[in-house]
């Protein structure tokens, strides 16, 4: 009982906290843009039972797109992005014989590039300069998987340069097509204008649907994570930002008194 009554006191409490920072002065809505780079890896069902090699890097993976903000209030909004994500894993090493003679060993990373919408609550805190923490949910469709097999250790460079890579193989069929997961992060938010502001923010995507498509590439369930530092700027739509308040009070100047003279 006493537990309930606390859990409906603390409700009370978050909503009478809401309606305190209702304010008319601040804008509605916002649009922003938003991007940035990422590490990302794969991991199956059970991670604890195949614990990840502590020699084996993180794939690097990005992410970049907009979106949509509404405020309820100055503290509570709604936020809905489409964001265009690439992930992978650096996800073995092949080695063997060429011939009798030459041993040669590759590395192997698979990358996915993917089409999310992540739809999160931001709560925001402060007056001038103000923190947030976005929670939510996504969902995303695979647009386009590779393998690509290189004769060096991964690093970001494979990406990008093409001698360094020996086969690039679609994979697409073999990732599934839907994906879907969790959102959280936190941020910063600094007023660069009276219309629009800088955003930092490091946020983490953890997908809870397995990627193997089941044609015998892979041999178990796997899934992805993704976590990003985020960069953008947002602005004002229908009103601008509250003008930066001041963190000292003007003293405030009495007014002479004339002294009467006497004779």
Do not use: W
């Amino acid at each position: 009982m006493c537990k309930k009554l606390s859990i409906i006191l603390l409700a009370i409490a978050g909503i009478s906290l809401l309606q305190a920072q209702t304010t008319t002065d601040f804008p509605k809505m916002e649009f922003g843009v938003q991007g940035g780079p990422g590490g990302s890896v794969f991991f199956n069902e059970r991670p604890m039972l195949n614990p990840r090699n502590s020699k084996r890097p993180i794939y690097n993976g990005g992410m970049a797109g907009a979106g949509f903000q509404y405020n309820f209030t100055k503290m509570a909004a709604l936020r809905v992005e489409a964001n265009y994500e690439q992930k992978g894993d650096v996800y073995y090493s092949i080695y063997g014989y060429d011939n009798a003679n030459t041993f040669r060993e590759s590395y192997a990373f698979d990358r996915t590039r993917n089409i999310n919408i992540p739809v999160t609550a931001r709560l925001s805190f402060g007056r001038n300069v103000r923190f947030f923490v976005n929670a939510g949910m996504y969902a995303g469709v695979q647009v386009h998987s590779q393998r690509i097999i290189s004769n060096v250790t991964y690093t970001p460079v494979i990406d990008v340069v093409l001698g360094d890579q020996t086969t690039t193989e679609n994979i697409s069929k073999d990732v599934t097509r839907g994906d879907a997961g969790v959102v959280a992060g936190l941020g910063v938010f600094l007023p660069i204008g009276s219309r629009a502001a800088f955003t930092i923010e490091a946020r983490n995507n953890t997908g809870f649907i397995n990627q193997n498509a089941g044609t015998g590439l892979y041999q178990n369930k796997f899934y992805n994570t993704n976590t990003m530092l985020l960069m953008g700027i947002t602005f004002a739509l229908d009103k601008p930002f509250p003008k930066l308040e001041r963190r000292y009070k003007k003293v405030k100047q009495e007014p002479v008194r004339e002294i009467e003279q006497r004779y």
